[in-house]
């Protein structure tokens, strides 16, 4: 409770100073917009529909990509936890990709897929598979060499002990990974949606950019900003700290 509290004064007395000093020194709106003028158009787009079918429409991308990206990235992760050579060869691959925006392949998207629906899942695809990919066999590589030796001292071997051991052990990995996906994939559906064509968060961002609007523009982002914290607190946090408790990681508080 102390913790929301402090949260809240502390957002108050930040938009609170920033009307302030855009009201002062009287700041061009089309440079920066005060609280008030980003909340007037907040509201004229709850008002319309549009925000809440910008929401829909990025959202339909991103689960589609998301899931796409974590099938991808677990069957991966376990190819490089449980291959050597692919470890050293593919595995060199992804570390490298890694480092690499997302935003940098949208030309490459565009080329492949045109500009279009596809493009920008690729993106998001993209952005959430390798850091799954790395969490997952992170996850497997340190499963600990005890629990193994005592499943085999049991009888478990091969696909029973992978399923029965390795799989479970390496779950607190897999959900940081999830969490990290969601986070990676966010952020990569918004840079892809700037140059989609279809409504959509990212879109509406830009056109509202290319019409100077930058009012509306600063209200795309600090809904984007509330609906990434707000589904990372509720959602993906929770799960994490279940896990990490249920597996003995972290402290029940």
């Known amino acids: 409770m102390r913790l929301a ?28 917009p005060a609280p008030s003028d980003v909340a007037l158009s907040l509201k004229e787009s709850v008002a319309d529909g549009s925000l809440f079918q910008d929401v829909g429409a990025s959202f339909t991308r991103l689960l589609i990509g998301l899931i796409i990206a974590l099938i991808i990235g677990v069957l991966l992760g376990v190819l490089l936890a449980k291959s ?24 490459l998207a565009i080329m492949w897929f045109g500009l ?22 992170t996850g497997i590589k340190n499963v600990a060499p005890l629990y193994i030796k005592a499943a085999q001292t049991m009888g478990s071997g ?9 799989i479970p052990a390496s ?3 897999a959900v940081t990974g ?19 064509t279809g409504p959509g968060l990212g879109y509406t961002l830009k056109y509202a950019s290319d019409f100077g ?17 707000t589904v990372d607190l509720l959602i993906f946090q929770r799960i994490e700290k279940r896990v990490m408790i249920k597996w003995g990681l972290e402290q029940a508080a």
């Open 213 to 229: 609007r930058m009012d509306m523009v600063m209200a795309i982002m600090v809904v984007i900003g509330v609906i990434g914290v």
């Open 84 to 107: 050597k050579t692919a470890d050293e060869t593919l595995g060199a691959l992804i570390l490298s990709l890694q480092s690499i925006p997302s935003i940098v392949w949208l030309p």
């Open 5 to 32: 509290i402090k949260r809240i004064v502390f957002f108050v007395a930040l938009f609170g100073i920033w009307e302030l000093i855009i009201r002062v020194f009287d700041v061009p709106k089309v440079m920066m």
């Open 158 to 166: 091969g696909i029973d002990l992978f399923i029965r051991v390795v």
């Open 171 to 173: 779950i607190p990995y």
């Open 178 to 196: 999830l969490r990290l996906a969601w986070a990676f994939a966010w952020r990569a559906l918004m840079a892809g949606e700037l140059l989609s």
């Open 116 to 137: 279009n629906e596809k493009s920008v899942i690729f993106i998001v695809v993209l952005g959430a598979a390798i850091v799954m990919t790395i969490n997952m066999r």
